[in-house]
């Protein structure tokens, strides 16, 4: 059994508060009467009640919405808590208030009506107390629930967003296949060899949900060494990613759509090609990855940055980490085109 002991003295700090927010109100009521001994009476009753329900409760098989037990064990709890609690809790008021002196000038006219105030308001008090303890545990426990259900949902949509992303790229990649069969069937031979390993490497890599740059980075390399057999000295690469940010973890696949929308719209339509730069650098805490390229750039049909890989980028930028990723998309006519995403921690 594993008990919060933090939780406990907070727990303790808020029942001494409001057991001398009752004895404040007493005195309210009651002002010709002195301040200490109500407020003794009250924060005694209200600590010894509550010691015997929280530290009892976890002597319970508990229920795990509340942290309470169920049925009427609960019940017993709560309702022996309070009565244990008004004895053990006068008993040590009154030792106190006898210590201290603090009795002098207390005058009780009915002592039988004194008594029955004392035991309603400290019923009053124990089940609102208690319900209150109640409540915040199960609400703690809704909001538990509440988080783990829209992690599973983010973890369900990436796993979504992948599964539509991984197909694209696979018809993309045949589709150039087949039409390099037709003109260099041994050409065609040796990309299918590469397209072979490079399918193999990101299904490997794509049971997880993200994954180091320097996995996305070897990804990329096997990628453009696929497109470099069908385009031949068309295609240029770089690939720049500094040794202290190899282990940063990005989603996976994440920079072979922007690649690819670099290739497809930027390079090819390019009588003589160009080059593709690809680079990770850390501006402060946060991790920049730009896809450059020198292809046509915006030409006479603007890629406006909202094909679908690009839009596959960024909702799984969006989904995975919400306000602290941004991707930017700059194209200038024959000058090429420009992805940067922003990752901050």
């Known amino acids: 059994m594993r008990i919060d002991w933090l939780a406990k003295l907070q727990n303790m700090l808020q029942v001494v508060a409001y057991g001398l927010a009752i004895g404040t109100i007493q005195y309210a009521f009651l002002p010709d009467r002195p301040y200490a001994p ?3 009476y009250s924060v005694a009753i209200a600590t010894s ?3 015997i329900i ?6 319970f098989p508990s229920s ?7 049925g009427w064990a609960g019940v017993a709890l709560v309702a022996g808590g309070i009565v244990l609690g008004y004895f053990i809790g006068t008993t040590v008021a009154d030792v106190l208030c006898r210590y201290f002196g603090w009795y002098s000038g207390v ?3 009915d002592r039988s009506a004194e008594l029955r105030t004392s035991i309603l308001i400290t019923g009053l008090a124990g089940i609102a107390g208690s319900y209150y303890f109640y409540a915040k545990n199960k609400g ?3 909001e538990r629930k509440m988080t783990e259900a829209r992690r599973h949902a983010n973890e369900a949509r990436l796993k979504l967003l992948e599964a539509q992303l991984e197909p694209h790229m696979l018809f993309n990649t045949l589709a150039n296949l087949r039409a390099l069969i037709a003109v260099d ?3 065609a031979q040796e990309m299918l060899d590469h397209m072979i390993a490079y399918l193999r490497a990101t299904l490997a890599a794509s049971r997880s949900t993200t994954h180091p740059v320097e996995a996305e980075f070897e990804r990329l390399r096997d990628y453009l060494e696929l497109m470099a057999v069908r385009m031949g000295p068309r295609l240029k690469y770089t690939l720049d990613l500094p040794p202290e940010l190899a282990q940063k973890k990005v ?3 994440l920079l072979q759509p922007l690649v690819e929308n670099a290739i497809q719209h930027g390079l090819e339509p390019k009588v003589g090609g160009g080059s593709i730069d690809v680079r990770a650098r850390a501006e402060g805490e946060s991790l920049v990855l730009e896809v450059a390229d020198t292809g046509i750039g915006t030409g006479d049909t603007p890629p406006t940055g909202k094909g679908f890989g690009m839009q596959q980028v960024r909702e799984r930028l969006s989904t995975l980490y919400g306000d602290r990723a941004t991707m930017r998309f700059e194209a200038r006519s024959g000058e090429g085109a420009r992805a940067l995403i922003t990752i901050a921690p």
Request: proline share 10%; aromatic share 12%; no cysteine.
């Open 38 to 40: 109500g407020a003794a």
């Open 49 to 51: 009640t509550w010691a």
């Open 54 to 59: 929280d530290l009892g409760r976890d002597f």
């Open 64 to 70: 795990a919405e509340t942290g309470w037990p169920q």
């Open 107 to 109: 005058t009780v006219v």
């Open 140 to 142: 703690a426990y809704l």
């Open 185 to 187: 069937p041994a050409r």
């Open 251 to 253: 989603p996976t696949l």
